[in-house]
């Protein structure tokens, strides 16, 4: 049994030995360099663009303008394809662009044999603009003769979409209801993975073969595909092990320009790097998003009737869309369940800000701090326990979604609530913290949170699988889901071995995926991987599983109804697990059999047609230093019920890492743009504020382990949820600490001074 | 149809344009150096080895010495494994030997951060030996009382085994018949690829991965298994495009020293490159042999009883032992048939010189030299015509060997015949040169060949494929079998194409072999590539085909039974073969389906318990300068029954190939050891002559096509065959020319010198 133990991440020692290898560490030393020249205005047009000086500078080999490549439009969000062309995302992308959209857009790029020749001619590149106005947020962009960033979206507004269930205006009519408001503003944030965006692409035998650093190769090769108008099957992706991707790396970034560069080089290699500046600028960013949220609600704390209004900001291109603004509304609409009619109403709109994307919780971030901080102002307001107004209202146990037809089996938010509580000492600081004054306070908070595990039905959710056994019994397991730092091969290492009935260490993940040889799968994405990608584990090791035994059946002349594998022996069942043969003495008898040779290999697809609520909550405790306007982060939990645990050690390490993200969101990140130029000001790790470990307190991660009966090991997702609760779980502990509710992160000392002066505390 | 066609090698482009990637392209910048010290003496004993010099050189990372490496004995030679230990070669082999069998043996290793101080600490490093005398030839080392080289082999004799068919002593009372005996003698020749021995070995996950030049990933990753006495599936082997290896790495040469290496640098990755003086001395030769002929013939011509007794040079080591020698007696008794009775008599004899191995031919051209030479020179005595003796004797149609079962279906020799005395002008010229005087004269002489396919029954005979469909219905192929400069990958294209019913440019075979994920296949020897790995490809491609017609069911709703491929389209083969839709939509829809999604692949291994008869013939044309003893090569041709021709360029160039390496081995190459120290004199390329192409007249390939029943898609051996005919063909046209008949190759100016002056020519 591997499965519930902390075994070490089958990664560990490559990884901290410094012996992994990643793209950049892979690339030929013969690589031409490839550089990107950036508009130097937001929102605008090229009109003239002069290369001569560039092309003279020696070291030069090519050089590609807007006006060069083709005039191809295609899709970036790492989704499935879909036959259906309803499902496909925004179209909006050329390998260049003339029309610029965002302060740092694509325009030229530069092939030279190094570095300095490279930059050299980026510098001496002329450009001309005809300039735009700046255009930074919705409200600029949605006014009434704004400058349009693409055409096929009026006033800005890649897509507006309105639902009402039950009826709003009826409902509210109820006697008695109380009336909430809360406005609510999230910032534009950045993934800050370690390994910024890097790909080296060349051609063989006619083909273009990239290198690069993503969650979603076989998605790449599709992109690929699509943006030079060739063949898929002409495209291979080679992904190494990569240094985080956080959902930036869920897009297709630079692969199509990398795959054309190479193109117009003979099919030399060339390798695209980007810098930090770059990866901020100029790849994706998490929506930054002003919600409004309406509440009907009776004395009790009863929600009768809601209303949600979201203004999400895309920036310059469509990316992932409107898919972030539509998750929000799930959370809004599943976390509790209203009595009578609920209605949301979400905009998500061009701007001339970086391309927002997928991040980390995929929009639930931003959705959980306003219904988290609202369902708190409303307690206060209404003097009601706050975890009571919660459990009042929140998805009952039995709940079952019409869409998706997940069922909510367990009791979950209470297990997670109660496990919360003790850790944070929940009741007493309550009270301790009722009666504070002075600079400094105290105060507890805490945040629910929901998430849904991978994307069916809204695309298909496909991964297949394939095992190799070797003459030893021990097995390669190959698998086009990624492991992104995640810990996924570790726990895929874990589910294969249980299966097979083998020890972990006799199973090999093929770490790397290569499109040519890979079996499909869509990529690391959704917290997906160990409910998709378990599915075809266990189908896969079944298959082989079952090959095995037959041949066990033929060596040592029992019934295979009678055989096991267990520890990576063949034993007879029916007399006490008695070990008849080992692994290593069948797979080579198999193979060398004079008779009937065979590789015991075994693949498949499997295709899931369901998901699965994740739950759990986060409880914090904070000192407020109310002159200085500074929150220190005294203690923080989350409780997870993401089903059986497989690796209680990685799935602690998975929490530590979105807690730390939360705690970013809700304290100290944001993107901040220069107003006149729209250029970004904080494109660095200097000036952008990302905490690190010495600016948490130690991080509790904690787990309510309900086996998920939809998942072929009992798990659900949990690779994105850490990140949701933590902001809301502050902010309600601020306003325990200070009664200030504050609606608007990053709580920085500068918002924090506004508020606390407007409270009249200061 | 792709078959048949000339279609361009699909790795030309890259191996043209230079950027196809060989073993010591892809090592890392990092890597550090490993370079072997190699005893000076040839035979005895290494007494003690100072490194202490050697450890005090900056840059040295590790010595290893003979003293220090585990004492575990194993086989090189690259064959299949086998489960009866009956059936294993022999295991003399240490990773660095104590005991000194040649010059040149390995005795200690370095590992140093670069080139210069790895060889410095070689320099570095003393020791002091225990010295026996040097035996170079089979007489020497045979003698009684002389040193032995390995404790189980009693006179050096490695294997001796003798086999009588019939009843001799009773056949050669026949009345009449007249008795030829014949004493020939063939020399110890290298491979000479162009790419010498190259490896380069990490650590990862515990696990050892190594890079090598190789012919026979699957058998190395076994072999380093069996050395380091580690699981098998604890090695991981990738094979990149080599630069040739003609049976030499159908060895495992330094794999099992590379893997060492890097577990006792802490798997740091080590290099480890031969120089062609090593290559030389220090890897794998073709075994001189000397043979004695018995022949006795009625005077019509036909054989009654024959007797066969060849000594056959093993050297230093077992490697592929005593297969050669064998494989010499089988061409020896069926190519032609006695009437009566038959004798071999056959030793594998230790000496102090290069190991004997694999080499393209695997004993063939030894004993097609001495077979072709002895007929030719009973004919000549008998005064019969040279054709007519071999057609009198020559294995029949229809004959069914008794231990394969090999069945001569076709009149092979008299098609190939027929071909080659048309283009030679066989009877014109037979005529003109038949009364020939003064110092310059001409001769045309030939040599028929035997060659079987692949190794059954020998050895099992497995091949395993897994083909991978894309969404644009193009296909990767993966096997085990290898691609090594013959050109394996375009015909594997090919017969993957005709399969499917795709155009060949649709098929991707994957060139390199990772034993982690290519299914299971022995590599490339035995001329087993075609008809092997084709069994492979067949059986695959129709398990796609048949999964894609169950998938176009579906779709078109059609009787699966109705329908077929034909280029790249699904067709209705019921209406005239109408397109109704094409392989690219069918693969997408089938991979992205909402309800049934899969990744179209297929996988299995193929056993084949078959093997087929390859037969053909050279005819040449020389002219001959007595005085000066030396023979101009003026025509040559080699004809071939290798079935049906996948691609004639491709197999032409096979051909090609091969008649260079047959007109080395007649003529020219050879090597020379200093009889007093056992040191090999001419190791490299400028004393050891190779004939390149300027060497050679045209060389004139011609094929006969019957279409080989036994054989996936009609093919048989052509890989070795070429090899085999040249040097006999030449050697009877110098007998032609005058008069001589020379019965020891190669045939230089020495050698002719004292031959002619022994003739009284001179």
Redesign the interface.
Known sequence: MSIGQSIPR??A??KVSG?AKYTDDLVD?NALIGKILHSTIANGLVTKMDTGEAEKIPGVVKIITCFDVPDICFPTAGH????DPAHWDPMDRRLLNRRVRLYGDDIAAVIAEDEVAASRALRAIKVEYEEYPVMLTPEESMKEGANLLHENCPNNILKHTSVTDGDFEEAIKEEGLIKFEGDFETPMVQHCHIETVTSWA?M????IVIVASTQIPHIIR?IV?QALDI????VRIIKPYIGGGFGNKQDSLYEPLNAYMTTQVG?RLVKLELSREEVFFGTRVRHGEKIHLESWVRPNGRLVARSYTAYSNQGAYGSHGHGIAAKGTNVFRQLYRDEKARKTDIYTVHTNTAAAGAMRGYGTPQTVFAVESHIEDIARQLKLDPLEIRFLNVMPVGFVDPFTKNVNYFDSFHQCVDKGKAYIKWDEKRKLYQNQCGPQRRGVGMSLFWYNTAVWPIS?E?S?C?M?M?????V?V?LGETEIGQGADTVFTQMAAETLGIPWE?V?V?SAQDT??T??GTGAYGSRQTYVGSAAIKKVALMLKEKVLRCAETLTRMSASSLDIIDGNIVLTTNNNQVLVSL?ELA??T????D????L?A?S?A?VKTNAFSFGCAFAEVEVDIPLGKIKLLDMVNVHDCGRLINPKTAAAQVHGGMSMSIGFGMYEQLLYDPRTGKLLNSNLLDYKLPTMLDHPHLEAQFVENYEPSSAYGTKALGEPPTVPGASAIRNAVLHATGVGINKIPLTPHVLFAEFKAAGLI
């Open positions: 089958v990664d020692w490559e012996r030393r499935p394809w879909s036959t060349y063989e035998n006619g083909r599709r595909g063949p898929w099957g002409q099919g298909i496909i297949s394939r190799v070797n003459q030893d019994g021990s390669q190959q006799q090999h093929i040519d040889i079996p499909f290593a080579t008898e193979l060398y059999h004079v009937h040779a065979e590789h290999t693949e697809t295709q």
